[in-house]
């Protein structure tokens, strides 16, 4: 396990976390497809909190992309570095899963975020921040909508519905992964178009509702919080 110090000049305000934003929304690739499913690895990253203990985990598990077996992961824990403020969770998060995707032993390939990328107020999320600052190929599949609308798809998995935001665009996309059962939300982060994005969630979804990617990554960074939170 990785323990991680909050960057030297990490924004401490709203307003400079939002100059930051600003300033690496810029560089998001859009013009890319991102690897094939099924293909190569992908990598889930996600976080755990515990607010009075000032202290956040995170995870990246690494998966065979063909047969979604374990092939690498690790952990990293440190303090929240930014408060609570919605649209900017990222900053609470991007110090200890970019220590936990530095301590794995091999190349993470398509990273899949807990979270959103486009899908996102300032169409900057988790999955397009940590894309920008890494270079890798990123999407979000996130448990629901944030502030967007979407018709219901239709029942059969596979079945799909535009994310759109106020206007009409679509950021994204609903997307049921379990005939029947609520849909995600998946949205492009970095280096990866969306009907890619909805593919990879997919071949990540033969059993679950949420991506084995990211439901290994949940359950090893809530065991990496506990084991830290009990020592102290």
Request: charged content about 20%; aromatic content about 6%; hydrophobic content about 45%.
């Amino acid at each position: 396990m990785t323990t991680v110090n909050i960057p030297a000049a990490w924004p401490a305000t709203e307003e400079e976390a939002r100059a930051v934003q600003d300033g690496l929304r810029a560089r998001v690739v859009l013009g890319e497809t991102g690897p094939p499913p099924g293909t190569g690895r992908v990598t889930g990253v996600d976080v755990a909190y515990d607010d009075e203990r000032d202290v956040v985990a995170a995870a990246a598990v690494v998966l065979d992309a063909a047969s979604l077996d374990v092939v690498a992961e690790a952990t990293a824990v440190g303090r929240i570095s930014f408060p609570y403020v919605p649209g900017l969770l990222a900053f609470r998060e991007i110090p200890t899963v970019l220590a936990a995707l530095d301590a794995l032993p091999c190349e993470p390939g398509l990273v899949v975020c807990d979270g959103y990328g486009l899908a996102h107020p300032r169409r900057f999320g988790l999955a397009s921040h940590l894309g920008v600052l890494t270079g890798l190929p990123t999407i979000g599949v996130a448990k629901n909508p944030f502030a967007f609308t979407y018709a219901d798809p239709a029942a059969a998995r596979g079945s799909a519905a535009p994310l759109l935001a106020d206007g009409g665009e679509e950021v994204g996309r609903a997307l049921r992964t379990r005939a029947g059962v609520k849909p995600v939300f998946v949205s492009v982060g970095h280096r990866v178009d969306l009907d890619n994005a909805c593919a990879h969630t997919l071949a990540l979804t033969p059993r679950f509702r949420l991506p084995e990617s990211t439901r290994r990554a949940d359950a090893l960074c809530r065991r990496a919080l506990q084991e830290v939170t009990t020592r102290h």
